[in-house]
């Protein structure tokens, strides 16, 4: 059986499993499609909640960033699993008790205002939407591999899918979807970790294996070192980076997962206030296992991927372009070259395609010597990476197709996520919570699944130009959501002297802010060539785009406390209900309330 036809076959099954589970358990209600009628278990809750969370930045382009990058890009990993920490201490179990449907919900009336609530909104579909853009390159990057078709067809045809299975089952078809969708998803990153990790180590477990010693006896990374260092890249295990900026990268993506309001809205599916604590708990449990094992998937790949561009060693000859079209250890080359995603051009004509980084001033006099006019591996997407990984290690078929499933169902159990945070906010906050109190809860569910669609087509019209790689994109999100909503929810729930004309001056200012930096590096709503900076050269010192929303919250924190005490005291009521709040006993039942 051909490779094309397995993965049709891994990916097909996987579909028809989710599909089928959001129509079996499609929502009826608004509190079924909202939170799933409040009646998930939290190991449940956890594993669909790590689905939700290990998205197409975590499984697709993480692995691909830390093995081009090194040692400099493990702030993904210390960023995203330090902010689960902070949420499960600071915010869910208090979020769960307030009883609410959204995060929305829960600041208008914490704030006691319209005006708060609709902000929130806002501040919502920003980050979310900007979210849901990374989620929608790696669905085109992996139907554009598996289906062989470039990957703007590929975005189309995954956008289709995404709708046809979230707009069916709410929050309850979309929480047992995602629990599939992580077994799926667990499975076929680690199966070919193991296989790799292996091969390169002996060691079956490629977290040990990362620091384990190749068939020559070398340390694995030692040798990787040695490699990169060779063809003129940097350092793999140094950091090269400024320190400040890595701290406030790492520090944004924590207090921004804290701020997701896609995450959050799991933890209001629980039944009771502890629950949400245990499943916070479980979800960090069931996202190490990726997580751990995502520093070797990337070190193990940029290893196999400069040996086989080198396969007689970096003092010898380069992979000619006869190997790379006959040998069917390449094969792999002109399947990922089809989605536009991967490419390589003999610019000397000698036959070889050399792979070194042309732009390392110490490294000009031996390319020169040689002849040699330039990296020839014109194109490497670093989202592709952890998909080609099983094909670059000449893995079985089976496991190639299973990948391809894993990395879809990353991609989809998120952008359903998001879609159902997006589609919440416009129906239940905006619509009826503001400018329809009246709609009927059949109408509240059809303005849902319309808002869902919307969704869709502004997510894949700004995702065929995104600003960045998926990991990257995903990162500005949570800048946004790490200036906007967190400090929200986090004086909301902690300071009774913020007021609700301070939540919301905080709110704009740390948006705007965070937001025009972003457009100043990346380009005016993401439009190529409109930005009059870049993160290579930032506006303020070492401190890029992907780092500001640190900033942001620290600008949205000032703000509220300065405008609260120049403005009227909070009213004793709400102070009794932040007070109430913050004792974590019992479970509030969730109101219709505005």
């Known amino acids: 059986m051909d490779q094309f036809t397995l993965n049709l076959l891994f990916v097909g099954a996987s579909f028809a499993l989710y599909i089928g589970i959001a129509i079996w358990a ?29 998205s197409a930045a975590s499984f697709i382009s993480m692995a691909g960033l830390i ?12 960023g995203w699993t330090g902010g689960y920490v902070l949420l499960a201490l600071l915010l869910a179990p208090y979020l769960r008790k307030f009883g609410k449907f959204t995060v929305s919900e829960f600041i208008g009336d914490r704030f006691y205002s319209k005006t708060a609530r609709m902000v929130a909104v806002i501040c919502l579909l920003v980050a979310s939407i900007t979210y849901v853009i990374g989620q929608m390159q790696g669905v085109g990057i992996a139907f554009g591999r598996f289906l062989e078709i470039d990957a703007f067809w590929g975005l ?9 299975y979230a707009v069916f089952g709410g929050m309850k078809g979309v929480t047992y979807t995602q629990v599939a969708q992580y077994c799926v998803l667990i499975t076929a990153y680690t199966i070919p970790a193991v296989f790799i990790s292996l091969q390169l180590t002996g060691n079956p477990i490629p977290a040990l294996g990362l620091f384990g010693t190749t068939e020559s006896g070398e340390p694995l990374l030692v040798k990787l070192n040695q490699i990169v260092t060779d063809l003129g890249f940097a350092e793999y295990t140094a950091a090269h980076g400024s320190t400040i900026n890595m701290v406030l990268f790492t520090l944004s993506l924590m207090i921004g997962t804290a701020g997701l309001p896609h995450v959050i809205m799991r933890f209001f599916t629980v039944p009771r206030v502890s629950d949400a604590r245990w499943s916070a708990g479980w979800t960090l449990v069931f996202i190490a296992l990726l997580y751990l094992t995502a520093p070797a998937v990337g070190a193990m790949a940029r290893l196999n991927i400069s040996e086989l561009m080198w396969p007689n060693g970096t003092d010898a000859a380069a992979v000619s372009v006869e190997q790379i079209e006959s040998d069917p250890e390449y094969a792999w080359m002109a399947t990922w070259q089809k989605t536009g995603l991967l490419g ?41 990476l952890v998909l080609a990984n099983p094909e670059i290690a000449s893995l079985p078929g089976w496991v190639i197709g299973l990948v391809a499933a894993g990395g879809l169902a990353a991609a989809l159990s998120t952008a359903a996520g998001l879609l159902l945070a997006i589609s919440s906010a416009v129906s239940h906050d905006l619509l009826k919570g503001q400018l329809t109190p009246n709609m009927s809860e059949k109408s509240e569910l059809l303005a849902a699944r319309v808002s869902m669609a919307a969704a869709i087509v502004v997510a894949v019209l700004l995702g065929l130009n995104p600003p960045g790689f998926a990991a990257q994109t995903v990162a500005l999100a949570f800048g946004l959501a790490a200036a906007s909503i967190f400090p929200a929810l986090m004086m909301g729930i902690f300071s009774t002297r913020i007021n609700n004309v301070g939540a919301v001056a905080g709110m704009l200012a740390g948006l705007v802010v965070t937001l025009l930096y972003i457009f100043l590096h990346k380009g005016w709503f993401f439009i190529p060539d409109t930005n009059t900076f870049t993160d290579a050269d930032p506006l303020l010192g070492p401190i890029k ?50």
């Open 26 to 54: 499609r929502a009826g209600s608004t509190s079924e499609f909202y939170a799933a009628g409040r009646g998930v278990h939290p190991v449940t809750n956890g594993m669909a909640t790590a689905a939700d969370w290990m």
């Open 67 to 78: 093995a081009f990058t090194g040692y400099d890009n493990s702030s993904f990993l210390m």
């Open 156 to 164: 189309l045809i995954g956008s289709c899918v995404v709708f046809a």
């Open 344 to 384: 390589w051009e003999d610019k000397n004509g000698d036959g070889m395609i050399q792979y070194y980084n042309d732009k390392n001033a110490d490294l000009q006099a031996k390319a020169a010597e040689n002849g040699w006019e330039g990296n020839e591996l014109t194109n490497f997407n670093r989202d592709i």
């Open 545 to 594: 785009s992907t780092s500001f929303g640190a900033i942001g919250a620290a600008v949205n924190f000032a703000v509220a406390y300065v405008v609260s005490g120049m403005t009227k005291e909070t009213p004793q009521e709400i102070k009794d209900l932040v007070e109430s709040v913050r004792i974590p006993r019992g479970s509030g039942v969730a109101v219709d309330g505005h």
